[in-house]
């Protein structure tokens, strides 16, 4: 197993050997921008998927089959996310992290330009259909590879009275990213012609996310270049472990820590893919609008993130995601009828979603990836983030849009019930998990 650094990362550590001492203001600001652009790749995907993709690459559909199978492509990046996480793992043992960002964003950046030039059914048929699932597929893998550690080594860096607010600041990425997303589709589709729109208007964010991909790579190449990040990689505390030996060791952190964060993720899809389909599809206002009303929630989002870090510290992050996934299930109660209830009722569900799933989002990522011993930290926070993903988000647009088209919108309220139950389950298990863990070393 190789660990010996490229010529990339020797020259990086030498012009950054005057920052040596990385404080973790610094490493946050990383984590941001990357956080940020791979958001915004999600969340300029997700919204094509509701306005763009049922139009021109199935027109042959109904507009709400045309959506459910748009929703089963946008699935695909998550299947195909752990897949990736091998990969780049495998890459970032035999040539260091500075190869495996390069490659693995290079390669979301491809297959993101990729959509921006896809042809549509008209032009090349069926062809289109399977570009766009090629795309998508690539764009999951290098996902899988975009995992820099950064984020913990941020948890490394925090101070222990500040564990709680260092955890939620990698999660600002995800409202920010939707913000920029949706700001920027409402533009386009809000002041060109339906015809411009789907002929070139839709294609432009694409080409942002690309722009934002390449800001990203060089803030994050800096960052795992610099002497502090490579002398944690040497100790082992972020060392990319081989696959197989995390699941060994830590296969029963990984699972609980997968199905830990589902009331967020859950929440997650029912605030911004599931409600826009839902309004696009089965009412008369136009994207534009409800587009705007997401960007607003998001920004209570960000609000309720910073605040779940400062309740975290006070009163502990399981305390906290236990009491959040108790709020969102009483919420899923009465969330559908928001939903139904209009401009008022859609405002009012967007806001108080948003508010649960920035103080459950926010610490997400921290209640359980803190158990993982130093040796498989870096290793298997990827995997768990990876499962959580897929268990948690790959499939909840699709599942949401057909469970409601069925049984109404009261089943997409159980649905995230559901999500809330298991996220309970899984603090108590890992709760339990942590307990036995002393009696199995004194055993």
Same mark, same amino acid.
């Given at each position: 197993m190789s660990t010996t650094p490229t010529t990339a990362e020797r020259d990086a550590r030498i012009i950054n050997a005057r920052h040596s001492e990385i404080n973790p203001g610094e490493i946050a600001i990383g984590v941001v921008i990357g956080r940020?652009?791979? +958001?915004?790749d999600f969340f300029v995907y997700a919204i094509a998927s509701v306005i763009v993709f049922p139009k021109l690459v199935f027109p042959y559909l109904d507009p709400l089959t045309g959506t459910l199978y748009s929703f089963a492509i946008f699935a695909l990046a998550f299947v195909a996310r752990p897949l990736g996480t091998v990969i780049f793992m495998a890459i970032d043992r035999a040539y260091g992290k500075s190869a495996k960002l390069t490659i693995a964003l290079?390669?979301?950046? #491809?297959?993101?330009?990729? @959509?921006?030039?896809?042809? *549509? %059914? *008209? /032009? @090349? *048929?069926?062809?289109? @259909?399977?570009? !766009?699932? !090629?795309?998508?597929?690539? /764009? *999951?893998?290098a996902l899988g590879g975009t995992w820099d550690g950064l984020a913990s080594l941020l948890a490394l860096n925090a101070p222990d009275k500040y564990r709680g607010w260092y955890a939620m600041i990698p999660q600002l990425g995800a409202p920010l990213g939707l913000i920029v997303a949706s700001v920027l589709f409402a533009f386009f589709v809000g002041n060109l012609s339906a015809e411009d729109f789907f002929s070139w208007?839709?294609? %432009?964010?694409?080409? &942002? =996310?690309?722009?934002?991909? &390449?800001?990203?790579? +060089?803030?994050?190449?800096?960052? &795992? =270049? #610099?002497?502090d990040y490579q002398k944690l990689f040497e100790n082992r505390d972020l060392h990319p472990a081989r696959i197989r030996d995390t699941l060994r060791s830590q296969g029963g952190s990984v699972l609980i820590g997968a199905f830990a964060p589902l009331a967020s993720f859950a929440m997650f899809h029912m605030v911004t893919v599931f409600p826009l389909s839902w309004v696009f599809l089965f009412t008369q206002e136009g994207p534009a609008r409800f587009l705007i009303i997401e960007a607003v929630g998001a920004v209570f989002g960000i609000a309720a993130i910073v605040a779940s870090g400062l309740i975290a510290d006070r009163i502990g992050r399981r305390s906290l995601l236990g009491g959040c996934a108790v709020a969102i299930a009483v919420f899923s109660g009465f969330a559908p009828q928001l939903l139904d209830g209009g401009v008022i009722g859609e405002t009012v569900f967007m806001v108080v979603g948003f508010v649960l799933l920035g103080l459950s989002f926010g610490q997400s990522s921290g209640a359980v990836a803190s158990s993982f011993a130093p040796g498989f930290r870096y290793t298997g926070s990827a995997l768990t983030s990876d499962l959580a993903w897929l268990f948690g988000a790959g499939f909840a647009p699709l599942a949401a849009l057909l469970l409601s088209t069925q049984f109404g919108l009261i089943s997409a309220g159980a649905y995230l019930l559901s999500g809330a139950a298991c996220t309970l389950v899984a603090l108590r298990l890992n709760q339990r998990w942590e307990r036995r863990k002393p009696e199995v070393s004194q055993g």
């Open positions: 940020t652009s791979e +958001f915004f290079f390669l979301l950046g #491809t297959s993101t330009v990729a @959509i921006a030039f896809l042809p *549509g %059914y *008209g /032009q @090349i *048929g069926a062809a289109s @259909i399977w570009l !766009l699932a !090629l795309a998508r597929i690539g /764009q *999951g893998i208007g839709w294609r %432009y964010p694409f080409f &942002v =996310a690309f722009a934002i991909n &390449v800001v990203a790579l +060089f803030a994050r190449l800096r960052m &795992v =270049a #610099t002497p």
